[in-house]
């Protein structure tokens, strides 16, 4: 059977496994955040929090709350629809239907050693996958500075003694590692880089891997998948100028691939890049950026 029929029968696999699942109720929150609350219905009250929003698209929330002296930042999700579900299916994707991807994904990247919010509470409820409620909440991670704004405001004026080869080889380094244990982000750009503003004054480069609701796990690292992860990477680093021999570097240091691979790669990343710069896209920017203000 040839990779191509093998992935559609996994994904044919995927599809009847979550249109038949009951989603199991989950509820992970400590003392010290639960009796914070405002209603002794803990779950109830996780999805009714509120803050400063930073992402509210159908579906799905992303706000930085307070509570007490700490601030966090909670991911809720109020139910996808089948629609949404069959749709995903349909286009050959895996439907994102809850908080329970994000909070897998954390575990996962601490068990592997990569950096990333620390996971807080977590909760899930519902009777079908199409209506399940669910929520992560982690930890703010403070003044940070995204890898995308860093390389955006040139190199040399945040970096400081670290040079770019280093940065360029860390990032390598990571998504290395990322692919090799089996894990595909799914949003690969350096706007889910962060590193801490104190530790990058100090000339250290840190990297803490953000917004992981969408990762895939149990991945080959020459798969389509890991090359999208990729594409996606050198489409953002085209995007703030950083050239071909900043991807020269990237390349020596992460996983060995085939000539195929990089071409698939290149091809890809130009036509995120002329999605990008469409007049549609462009819009919907603003669009989204407009219902936050």
Not at 261 to 281: G, I, P, T, Y
Request: aromatic residues 8%; hydrophobic residues 40%.
């Amino acid at each position: 059977m040839g990779e191509q029929q093998t992935g559609r029968l996994g994904h044919s696999k995927m599809m009847i496994k979550t249109i038949l699942q009951v989603p199991q109720a989950i509820l992970k929150v400590p003392q010290a955040i639960s009796q914070q609350l405002a209603s002794a219905d803990t779950f109830d009250a996780m999805m009714h929090l509120q803050g400063k929003v930073f992402r509210d698209v159908p579906g799905r929330k992303t706000s930085q709350i307070k509570l007490g002296a700490k601030s966090y930042f909670i991911k809720q999700h109020f139910g996808v629809g089948w629609g949404e579900i069959f749709k995903s299916f349909l286009s050959g994707k895996t439907p994102i239907i809850g908080a329970m991807t994000e909070v897998s994904a954390i575990q996962k990247l601490d068990e592997i050693g990569i950096p990333t919010t620390s996971l807080v509470a977590y909760g899930q409820r519902g009777r079908s996958p199409a209506s399940m409620q669910s929520f992560v909440m982690t930890e703010d991670l403070g003044e940070i500075i995204t890898l995308e704004d860093v390389c955006g405001a040139g190199l040399q004026a945040n970096i400081h003694a670290v040079c770019r080869a280093d940065v360029l080889k860390t990032l390598a380094q990571l998504a290395a590692k990322l692919h090799s244990a089996g894990l595909c982000h799914r949003d690969f750009y350096l706007c889910h880089f962060a590193l801490k503003k104190a530790e990058l004054e100090q000339g250290k480069i840190n990297y803490y891997l953000l917004d992981l609701h969408r990762m895939l796990q149990g991945i080959k690292p020459n798969s389509s998948a890991v090359m999208k992860d990729i594409a996606g990477l050198y489409f953002s680093m085209q995007q703030i100028g950083l050239g071909a021999e900043d991807w020269a570097v990237f390349k020596q240091y992460y996983l060995p691939q085939s000539d195929d691979f990089w071409a698939q790669v290149e091809a890809r990343s130009q036509a995120l890049l002329a999605k990008f710069n469409s007049e549609k896209f462009q819009k919907r920017l603003v669009d989204e950026k407009s219902a936050l203000d």
